[in-house]
């Protein structure tokens, strides 16, 4: 077995586990816990008038039911604002149970604990809660006119307005040869993990101890906010997040009211305490993300490039801002994508609905920067009458003009500064990929055969690996298994594999030997947590510069052995050697046992490095100036700024003549995250992520009625990809490193999602000649769009102009 | 109120005589996982849709969340522990399938694709691309985006094949003739490293990079 791991498409560590049924998820955990369940609120918005929990006090088996004047101290404080930001004038936060009024259906007004969860659900039915109905906000345009208000002590829905400008917009504009007028909007969506929420806490009462176990992306900060809420030595309770059943940004949010309220209770009771989020709990008691409406105006010279850009759009936050503005600061730093902006001007006003929270889902405000950007540059080609790419070509920052500084403030407090990439090679990788040039061939056949399709195409640029910091611990264990620790989480990213590749490589070890635990406050303390496609930069980094440490101490306690010199050694498969002279070598485990010396011995190997058998200097200390025991050492890597990874995509659907289905053809990704530490594990991310941006352009939104009720509130109704709605992906990749770490990687997760709206939305336009200007797109919107637009190439080809009567009757339309 | 009543069942699961007192609104899933601790079956939904609580009933795939555990009173039931073969080690071909092509992320959705696949290939070992999409489109799985899974199942099917295993239970012979060992030492699958996920070996598809 090589250890050289780095790079290799190798199967994942975590796999078999998986595969046997034998991961550990939250249920899984505390079978014999009590059960928690929440009554929520049925209403968008109302004052909470009454509640009658007489009715449950004789349901067998309740344990306690609480409400909001049960909450002692802090825990009945507003839950923390996570991100400030300066133009975040009117932040508002909920409280762990509903204090005087519910601003959205689905926030939690009691608890109930009872010995099962079942009959905790039984008394929650029996608690009769009475409300003063109150006019509900919903949608931006009912926000932003603010007849009605969210928060009663406010005059507006306006949580915040933020302008940031590069350059002289107005002057540009006015100097422009063009210029248009565009409004783009995007839908709710949500991240929509197959495993729910959910938390299980244990306290200890002979130690003084609380073990949490949460469904979560950061388990250190949920320990933060405890450990503050409740006053409790941060040592004094450790958070573990188990196995995760998938993300995507909806975890990273916290703490859930359900995150303070279970560990108090089981404090409070002196009991194990868990509460598994159920499906219709998720969709109303979560968060949601997208939700966006922009209006852009543009101006451009005859070869379409872009002069000027001014952009206001208006984002709907929800019913409470915990995680600040970071979706709208996104969508407004990375709405230039791969193009210079000389005059850039980007104004957003982050509403208050009486709606659920919005906090980051996949993409976390791109997939709107990218609609709106893209979508422009599509209409710029559109008018001039100028092929999509090469509208895009003109536009690009070049190879040679990096570091590209793009004068904006990112989502971590630090300039956007774009640090590699190359745009014209990767839109060059793509039309091969795609086969763009021979694409009208394509259509003509098509069209022989009565068939309508499209193409049309997407790119970004991402932000990743933001800071503030990740670290790692690595440890040679005197058996010669290699424990890696870092604190961020793990939600399917295969860091099990990934970051024991790193270790592999940089150590010099058989990946065997080495296990990686993630997200587990009692290795590792320090951290921030998994979420912009930071986990491979961040920790991937601090454990690579761990590791370098831990070789280097290793050469140098061999060299003492080996009475060499610590640069003459080399370590491979776990041996240190010195270099050109094979035969003399030390096992890296006895090179832990030496670097520890002894006293007590339990074993043959551990005699070699007792106080009589230890080679020294008697003048040395045993344990010398600036050395510690042990095969060990930790790291920290903190960034400068964000690393920026890019890519492009393009599409080719076909609509149904008939039904107005769309139908993804051949999907086609170019993708640069700088070098890959496991080329299988960045191709998954990248199909997920596919498979969510089609889900985003075609099925996914949540569906509130003016009331403020979701009707689509479960599996049955918000409609999510199958096997059969996603095509096959194919993929190129591009490795430009990125020079600010000293692996050279960028993040991949969440790239695959990012242009999958604009991408498919460009080539519906291009197949039917109707202008997209919002996602998603159901079948029956299209047949709308068609039907007000005379020229639309919607119907059956050779039928053009002619109209069709036939309204499919799929209300959501496109269902799986 | 009165303690609940409860039901007396047997449940035959993974080849054993499992005895439970179950109220009668007890959802199989539940029994499953709480009351028998097989926590491999997953519940995603609660509601029938995501497929992730798929076990085998009899030998045919069924969501564990739409039966109550006193309907499978009598009943052979096969959960994803006992597609394991037993020494605990090794892999059914299936899982190994899923592993070679990298066909699970954070796993949750696998137990129930996994469960659906033993039930698909019993039916028609040789399925061909369409219909293997057909056989897995009950299932959600939120993020492998599902070309991998497919590719997964023409690798076990493969497996199964070439002796690597016998065909999955049918609804008719009893239902836990899923115990194979499977033979040591077979080697990993190459990956396809710029590609759609399928093993090199088996991608006709073309689904490759211009490179
Ligand atoms: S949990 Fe049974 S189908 Fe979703
Ligand atoms: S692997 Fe995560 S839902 Fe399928």
Redesign the pocket.
Request: proline share 6%.
């Given at each position: 077995m090589t250890t050289k791991m780095f790079g290799e498409a190798i199967s994942r560590r975590e796999d078999p586990r998986l595969l046997r049924g034998d991961g550990r998820y939250l249920d899984d955990l505390g079978h014999d816990a009590y059960a928690a369940a929440f009554v929520r609120s049925p209403h968008a918005h109302a004052r909470v008038n009454e509640i009658d929990v007489s009715g449950a006090l004789d349901v067998d088996g309740l344990v306690a039911i609480y409400t909001y004047d049960d909450l002692p101290g802090r825990l009945g404080d507003p839950l923390p604002l996570l991100i400030p930001h300066p133009s975040l004038t009117a932040p508002r936060t909920g409280h762990a149970l509903a204090a005087e009024v519910v601003r959205h259906v689905g926030e939690p007004v009691a608890m109930v604990v009872a010995t099962d969860r079942y009959v905790a659900e039984d008394a929650a039915e029996k608690i009769i809660v009475t409300y003063d109905p109150l006019p509900a906000v919903v949608g931006v345009a009912a926000a932003a006119s603010g007849d009605e208000v969210v928060h009663d002590d406010m005059d507006d829905n306006v949580a915040a307005n933020f302008v940031q400008e590069v350059g002289d917009v107005d002057g540009a504009l006015a100097d422009a040869p063009h210029r248009l007028d565009l409004r783009w909007e995007i839908e709710r969506s949500a991240s929509m993990?197959?495993e729910g929420r959910g938390v299980y806490a244990r306290w200890d009462a002979d130690d003084g101890r609380l073990r949490v176990y949460t469904s979560t992306q950061t388990s250190t900060s949920v320990r933060a906010v405890i450990a503050a809420v409740f006053d409790i030595a941060d040592v004094h309770v450790e958070v573990i997040a188990p196995d995760v059943?998938?993300g995507f940004g909806v975890k990273i949010m916290h703490p859930w009211p359900e995150e303070l309220l279970v560990p108090w209770a089981a404090m409070t009771l002196g009991r194990e305490v868990k509460w598994t989020e159920d499906r219709r709990e998720h969709f109303v008691a979560s968060a949601h993300e997208r939700g966006q409406i922009h209006d852009v105006t543009v101006g451009y010279d005859d070869d379409g490039r872009i002069l000027a850009l001014d952009v206001r759009f208006l984002h709907d936050n929800g019913a409470y801002t915990p995680y600040g503005l970071i979706v709208p600061i996104i969508t407004s730093t990375q709405l230039p994508g791969p193009y210079k902006l000389p005059n850039y001007r980007v104004e957003f006003t982050s509403l208050y609905t009486n709606t659920v929270i919005v906090t980051p889902y996949r993409g976390a405000g791109r997939p709107q920067a990218v609609f709106s950007m893209e979508r422009t540059v599509d209409a710029i080609a559109g008018d001039l009458g100028l092929d999509r790419t090469d509208v895009r070509a003109v536009n690009f920052v070049q190879p040679d003009e990096f570091p590209h500084d793009l004068g904006l403030i990112f989502q971590d407090g630090r300039p956007a500064i774009y640090d590699s990439g190359d745009f014209p090679e990767s839109l060059r990788k793509l039309k091969a990929l795609v086969d763009w040039e021979g694409f009208d061939e394509r259509r003509q056949q098509a069209e022989s055969e009565g068939r309508r399709i499209g193409i049309g195409l997407a790119c970004y640029v991402e932000g990743t690996g933001v800071g503030p910091y990740e670290g790692a611990h690595v440890h040679v264990e005197t058996s010669g298994r290699v424990m890696v620790s870092t604190g961020l989480t793990t939600q399917?990213q295969g860091h099990e594999t990934a970051f024991a590749q790193i270790v592999a490589t940089e150590l010099g070890v058989p990946i065997e030997q080495v296990h990686v635990t993630t997200g587990d406050t009692r290795r590792f303390g320090y951290a921030v947590g998994t979420f912009a496609s930071r986990a491979a930069v961040m920790s991937g980094n601090a454990i690579a510069l761990a590791a370098r440490a831990v070789n280097e101490k290793a050469r140098v306690v061999a060299a003492r052995a080996l009475e060499a010199n610590p640069e003459d050694l080399e370590i491979a498969d776990g041996i240190v050697r010195v270099k050109g002279s094979p035969d003399d070598r030390i096992p890296l485990n006895q090179v832990a046992v030496l670097s520890n010396p002894l006293r007590y011995s339990f074993s043959e190997a551990a005699q070699a490095a007792t106080q009589f058998s230890m080679p020294s200097d008697p003048e040395d200390p045993p344990v010398r100036e600036g050395e510690e025991p042990g095969l060990e050492s930790k790291a920290y890597y903190s960034p400068p700024r964000s690393t920026f990874a890019n890519g492009m995509h393009a599409v080719v659907v076909e609509i149904d003549p008939d039904s107005a289905q769309v139908r993804v053809l051949d999907y086609a990704v170019v993708h640069d995250c700088g070098n890959m530490i496991n080329p299988r594990i960045v191709e998954g991310q990248i199909h997920g992520g596919v498979a969510q941006g089609i889900g985003g352009a075609l099925y996914e939104r949540m569906a509130y009625d003016e009331h403020g009720q979701l009707l689509n509130a479960s599996f049955m109704d918000f409609l999510m990809p199958y096997a059969s709605e996603v095509p096959q992906v194919r993929t190129d990749h591009l490795e430009t490193p990125s020079p600010l770490n000293p692996l050279g990687i960028k993040g991949a997760g969440e790239a695959g999602v990012i242009p999958g709206a604009a991408a498919i939305a460009s080539a519906i336009e291009d197949a039917t000649g109707l202008q997209i200007t919002r996602m998603p797109l159901s079948p029956d919107e299209l047949f709308r769009l068609q039907r007000s637009d005379g020229n639309a190439r919607l119907a059956p080809v050779g039928a053009l102009g002619t109209s069709v009567d036939d309204e499919p009757d799929d209300e959501q339309g496109g269902a799986p | 109120m009165m303690a609940e009543a409860t039901e007396h069942v047997t449940l035959r699961v993974n080849g054993t005589a499992r005895e439970l007192d179950v109220p009668p609104r007890r959802l199989l899933s539940d029994a499953l996982r709480h009351d028998l601790r097989l926590t491999g079956t997953h519940v995603g939904c609660e509601h029938g849709v995501c497929g992730c609580c798929t076990v085998l009933l009899d030998g045919a795939p069924v969501r564990s969340c739409l039966m109550f555990a006193i309907s499978a009173d009598g009943h052979e039931i096969t959960t994803v522990e006992g597609l394991t073969p037993a020494d605990g080690n090794e892999l059914h071909p299936i899982q190994r399938a899923f592993q070679d092509c990298h066909g699970?992320?954070?796993?949750?959705?696998?137990p129930g694709?996994i469960m659906t696949v033993a039930g698909l290939l019993a039916e028609n070992p040789e399925p061909d691309r369409d219909e293997i999409v057909e056989g897995i489109s009950g299932n959600?799985?939120?993020?492998?985006g599902y070309r991998n899974i497919v590719a997964s199942v023409e690798r076990a099917a493969e497996l199964l094949r070439d002796g690597d295993g016998t065909p999955e239970p049918r609804a008719d012979d009893g239902g836990i003739a899923s115990r194979h060992p499977s033979p040591q030492g077979t080697a990993p699958t190459p990956y396809d490293a710029v590609g759609d996920g399928v093993p090199a070996d088996t991608d006709e598809a073309g689904g490759r990079g211009s490179e």
């Open positions: 993990p197959l059943g998938g399917g | 699970l992320q954070c796993g949750f959705c696998t694709f959600l799985c939120r993020c492998t």
